[in-house]
């Protein structure tokens, strides 16, 4: 039995080891051995008095955008549960979360055909968006 688990051990060890990984965030004061990354943060107010029909097509048009090959890593939100301090705007309904590789994974983004059939079937639905882009270092 002793065996067999170091073999696993050992198996799951070289897997972690071995297996290509994309790490977006690290702790405060590491050093980051990662690439520099384009962040992409989109703010969406959607309008007042939509359906809950309305909502879902919005809901599940900002979750396809995640399907967009150039996107490294991804999330779609809401405001946060936290407590509100006067820094904190959480005045809007959704958010997008999007890193990309480069600037040119983010060009790439802007026409994709998924991003560009969202922008068709759901901007209506908006009233404002913000869009917030750093490079990370």
Same mark, same amino acid.
């Given at each position: 039995?002793?065996?067999?688990?170091?073999?696993f051990?050992?198996?799951?060890?070289?897997a972690?080891?071995?297996?290509?990984?994309?790490?977006?965030?690290?702790?405060? #004061?590491?050093?980051?051995?990662?690439?520099?990354?384009? !962040?992409?943060? !989109?703010? %969406?107010? &959607?309008?007042? #008095?939509?359906?809950?029909?309305?909502?879902?097509?919005f809901?599940?048009g900002? /979750?396809?955008?995640?399907k967009?090959?150039?996107?490294k890593y991804?999330? !779609?939100?809401?405001?946060?549960?936290?407590?509100?301090?006067?820094?904190?705007?959480?005045?809007?309904?959704?958010?997008?979360?999007?890193? %990309?590789?480069?600037? /040119?994974?983010?060009?790439?983004?802007?026409?994709?055909?998924?991003?560009?059939k %969202? &922008?068709?079937?759901?901007?209506?639905?908006?009233?404002?968006?913000?869009?917030?882009?750093?490079?990370?270092?």
């Open positions: 039995m002793k065996e067999s688990r170091r073999k051990l050992s198996a799951v060890t070289f972690g080891l071995t297996l290509p990984s994309f790490s977006v965030f690290s702790r405060a #004061g590491e050093k980051s051995s990662e690439k520099e990354v384009l !962040v992409h943060q !989109v703010y %969406f107010w &959607l309008k007042s #008095g939509l359906s809950k029909e309305d909502v879902l097509k809901e599940n900002v /979750k396809s955008l995640l967009i090959k150039t996107i991804g999330k !779609v939100g809401k405001p946060g549960a936290t407590t509100q301090r006067p820094v904190i705007d959480s005045s809007y309904s959704y958010s997008l979360l999007t890193v %990309f590789e480069d600037v /040119k994974g983010h060009d790439q983004y802007q026409v994709d055909p998924i991003h560009e %969202f &922008l068709k079937d759901c901007k209506e639905l908006w009233e404002k968006v913000v869009v917030y882009d750093s490079q990370s270092f």
